[in-house]
C-alpha cells in the first residue's frame, strides 16, 4: 500500500503551470496524471473480462477484474488519455450548461414541451380553479408557442408553481405516452398491459415480460418523434428483451429513422428539474 500512496504523489510532482485541468470523482480513490489533467477516479473490482472506464456526470469510474494489476490498469487509461480527457471535458461543459439552464420557478417561466417552448403564467381569476391548469396555443408569431394558465396567485411560493405544473405535465405525459403505446403496438405485434411513470435520472423506459411499460414523464419536454423513439424502443422489448441485432431490426421495422431520434435524445439534455 505504501508503494502504491508513493507513485501516485510521483504522479503529481508537477509544477502546478503545468496542470491543465482537475477531475476529481466524489467517491475517488485512486489518481493518475492523464496529459497534463489530474484525475482522481472511482475504481472498483467487478466480475468482468476486461476494464470498463465509464464518463458519467460526477466523472471517471474505472472497473476491472481481480486478476488486472494496477500497472496495467494505468497502461490502460494512459492508452486512452486523449479519449478521457476529451469526454471529461465536455462532461464538466455539459454539466455547466445544464446548472445554468435550471428551472427558475416564477411566474412566467419558460420550459420545453414537445420540444417547444411552453410559458407558465399564474392566474387566480375566478375561471381556474386553484391548481387547475388550462393550456393554449398561440400563433406562429409568438415568441413561445404554448402558454400554460396555473390557478394560482402572483404570490404562490416557487414549490408551488413547480408542484401545479408538474402535475399537468405529467398528466398529458400519461395521456400523450397511452396514445403512442396503443399506436405502435399493433404494427410491432404486441400487446402493452399497464402503463406507469417514472422519475428515473438516467433511464427513459423499462419495459416487463408481463407487459408493463414504465416511462419518464420528463419525455413530455422532448419532440414527438423522440418519444415516439423510445415508446418503440420499450414495445419492441416485448418481443425481444435484450438488446441484440434482432431486437433493433424490431425497432427498424416500424421506425427506421431511428438512430437519428436516439442521437436528438442524447443530445438534447433537458435542464435539472428543482
Not at 35 to 57: E, H, N, Q, S, W
Not at 214 to 240: C, F, G, T
Not at 262 to 267: D, G, N, Q, S
Request: hydrophobic residues 45%.
Amino acid at each position: 500500500m505504501g508503494q502504491f500512496i508513493q507513485r501516485v504523489l510521483d504522479l503529481f510532482d508537477l509544477a502546478p503551470s503545468t496542470i491543465a485541468a482537475q477531475f476529481v470523482h466524489p467517491r475517488a480513490s485512486r489518481r493518475i496524471a492523464l496529459a497534463t489533467c489530474d484525475v482522481a477516479y472511482a475504481f472498483r473490482r467487478a466480475k468482468r473480462r476486461t476494464i470498463g472506464m465509464v464518463i458519467g456526470p460526477d466523472g471517471l469510474e474505472v472497473s476491472a477484474p481481480r486478476w488486472v494489476t494496477v500497472g496495467e490498469i494505468e497502461a490502460t487509461l494512459h492508452e486512452k488519455a486523449d479519449w478521457i480527457v476529451r469526454k471529461l471535458v465536455e462532461m464538466q461543459e455539459h454539466q455547466r450548461r445544464l446548472g445554468e439552464a435550471r428551472i427558475q420557478w416564477r411566474d412566467g417561466v419558460v420550459l420545453r414541451y414537445l420540444g417547444e417552448s411552453l410559458q407558465v403564467v399564474l392566474d387566480s381569476s375566478v375561471v381556474l380553479k386553484k391548481n387547475n391548469a388550462q393550456l393554449e396555443t398561440l400563433g406562429d408569431q409568438s415568441a413561445v408557442s404554448f402558454v400554460l394558465r396555473i390557478g394560482l396567485p402572483i404570490t404562490a411560493s416557487p414549490e408551488q408553481i413547480r408542484d401545479a405544473t408538474q402535475a399537468w405535465l405529467m398528466h398529458r405525459a400519461k395521456e400523450l405516452f397511452a396514445e403512442r403505446l396503443d399506436h405502435f403496438a399493433p404494427r410491432l405485434g404486441v400487446a402493452w398491459k399497464r402503463l406507469s411513470l417514472s422519475s428515473a435520472s438516467t433511464r427513459w423506459g423499462t419495459a416487463s415480460a408481463d407487459g408493463a411499460i414504465r416511462l419518464n414523464w420528463r419525455l413530455i419536454h422532448h419532440k414527438l418523434d423522440v418519444i415516439d423513439y423510445v415508446v418503440a424502443h420499450e414495445l419492441s422489448h416485448l418481443r425481444v428483451m435484450d438488446h441484440s441485432p434482432q431486437f433493433w431490426d424490431t425497432v427498424k421495422s416500424v421506425m427506421p429513422d431511428y438512430p437519428a431520434r436516439r442521437r436528438l435524445l442524447r443530445e438534447e439534455p433537458l435542464a435539472p428539474w428543482g
